[in-house]
């Protein structure tokens, strides 16, 4: 009879902080691969802590809970597969990234983290201890290695467990979404089963936790690098690997092999789901917004449509003399389509009364950005009210390209608690939409259909603080603006290399400069869906004065 081994891998969703509702999941998978016959049952890094934690692992009081949650774990799951589960480890005064074997009501196994990561979103090098590279573990006559998440990224610890005495690698994870994420951890993968000639099990977490979304993605490769199963994105799913051992050791059984979808799709989807689990995480069960009649404002309603279901969500159309009659329409059009409440909120007589208050102030000054602002900083005053009469967590609707170079009122239209499309540039909006409203998936709760007015994605972008305001008269045209701000914020570039791209040097200059002032905005501003590798927050922490400039 051939030798058979069954992994079941959990890629489930935890919340940072909540112990004991990650520990019912790790048990319920326990469970369920108990019920299938499973050798191992399988969680993802950090599991029982939540990822990603940041400096809260370091809290004695909290990393000590977490590591008897998998003690009592341990001891719950006695009787049946093995468990292997990531959480926090204490030796001495020195603190780990563990993942922990569990079998016959203890902890059999401790493998400690050696590569810690310290780019983008990552600085484990400042919370954790390097642990030294250890070799495999076993699970009845099967030696196992699980390199840790950043581990295998490496040549040297996979290389170490297959010198001694590995039979195949399973990879604990707590890998976030950033765009063709996928096809990098994959290469990664390959490389480390080419090397050490062993099949390789990588198992991600799903879910949001902030600004990040972990998208799943679990797959098995065998020693060549062909990949034999591939589990579904941004979903949870509990499913399970046969491995069959053979003269040249084991081999995973082809199983189910999951479609991924485009790159819009995945944006959306992150920006549905971080949207999602940012509230229920949170505490919080609906939304409201402020709804303008333009692109962004209509994108984060449909997104909030999607994430919570229309009825959880209130649309809040707030005129000025301004605003004009097709804002008013296209507003009222798209709430309606997507079925959420829609409020209309004049803002005239409060406006009024405040530039009654400020006229012995302003006497003798001419009206300019001030004005214009105020207008801003009264929705802003008007939607926090409403968020806090009816427990309704305020969106901010900013896109990346706004936000980079503050084409944005703080504690006006940044005033909120949320902003799901802050790592989304215009151009990438306009895109978005477009893909909305001729794709629907099951995982939206919102209706299907053209649900954003085309006039909305198609007519000319304006703020409508002043009359006959377009967003040109402040900016580049969005392309040339997305297109500098790509080359200076995620590609890290220089006004020569804009140059070198066609752009006009004054146009870098000037894009530049607002990048650099607008700092201290960003870093008061709401978290938002993390997209890139360079979305602002802990992927670009630049100093808030800072008086350098490029000259190239």
Request: charged letters at 25%; proline letters at 6%.
């Amino acid at each position: 009879m051939t030798d058979r081994f069954r992994v079941t891998l959990a890629q489930l969703n935890p919340t940072v902080g909540d112990l004991d509702g990650n520990a019912a999941q790790a048990r319920m998978a326990w469970e369920t691969g108990k019920e299938a016959g499973a050798d191992l049952v399988a969680l993802p890094e950090m599991f029982i802590a939540g990822y990603n934690a940041q400096d809260l692992v370091m809290k004695p009081a909290f990393h000590t809970d977490a590591i008897r949650a998998v003690e009592q774990l341990a001891k719950d799951c006695a009787d049946g597969p093995a468990l292997a589960i990531g959480g926090p480890w204490v030796e001495g005064t020195q603190l780990f990234n563990a993942y922990f074997i569990c079998r016959g009501g203890r902890i059999t196994a401790t493998v400690l983290k050696h590569h810690l990561p310290n780019e983008t979103v990552f600085d484990e090098v400042r919370i954790f201890d390097s642990g030294p590279i250890g070799g495999p573990y076993s699970v009845g006559n099967t030696r196992i290695g699980s390199p840790i998440c950043e581990d295998a990224w490496h040549e040297d610890v996979a290389e170490t467990l297959a010198e001694t005495g590995a039979e195949f690698l399973l990879v604990p994870n707590g890998s976030p979404y950033y765009r063709n994420k996928f096809e990098t951890r994959l290469n990664k993968m390959i490389a480390r089963v080419v090397e050490t000639g062993l099949p390789l099990i990588y198992l991600n977490m799903t879910g949001g936790q902030d600004d990040q979304v972990f998208d799943g993605g679990s797959f098995a490769l065998n020693p060549h690098g062909e990949l034999a199963v591939q589990f579904p994105v941004f979903e949870d799913h509990i499913g399970h690997i046969d491995l069959e051992r053979g003269p040249d050791g084991w081999r995973i059984v082809p199983g189910e092999v999951s479609h991924h979808p485009d790159l819009f799709e995945q944006d959306y989807h992150v920006m549905v789901l971080a949207l999602r689990d940012y509230l229920r995480k949170s505490g919080f069960k609906k939304v409201l917004l402020g709804m303008s009649g333009g692109v962004d404002s209509a994108l984060v309603a449909t997104i909030a449509a999607d994430a919570l279901g229309p009825e959880n969500a209130r649309c809040v159309m707030l005129p000025s003399e301004y605003t004009s009659q097709a804002s008013l329409e296209d507003a009222k059009a798209c709430a309606t389509n997507l079925g959420c409440r829609y409020d209309f909120v004049p803002i005239t007589e409060g406006r009024q009364a405040i530039t009654n208050t400020l006229a012995p102030l302003f006497a003798g000054t001419t009206p300019d950005l001030t004005e214009e602002n105020i207008q801003s900083r009264l929705r802003g005053l008007l939607l926090m009210a409403l968020s806090n009469k009816f427990g309704e967590m305020l969106l901010t609707t900013g896109n990346k390209s706004e936000v980079a170079v503050g084409y944005a009122t703080i504690y006006g239209d940044m005033a909120g608690g949320y902003n799901p499309i802050k790592d989304l540039y215009k151009t990438r909006v306009f895109d978005i939409c477009r893909w909305r409203n001729t794709n629907h998936r099951d995982w939206m709760k919102g209706n299907p259909g053209a649900v954003i007015p085309d006039r909305i994605i198609t007519k000319p972008p304006s703020a409508e603080l002043r009359e006959d305001q377009k967003d040109s008269d402040s900016l580049p045209d969005y392309p040339v603006l997305d297109g500098i701000l790509n080359i200076l914020v995620d590609l890290d570039g220089s006004i020569a290399d804009c140059v070198a791209a066609g752009f006009d040097r004054a146009d870098a200059k000037k894009v530049e400069h607002l990048l650099f002032i607008s700092e201290y905005k960003r870093f008061q501003s709401a978290p938002g869906a993390r997209l890139s590798k360079r979305s602002f927050w802990l992927d670009r922490r630049y100093p808030i004065v800072n008086r350098w400039r490029d000259d190239g």
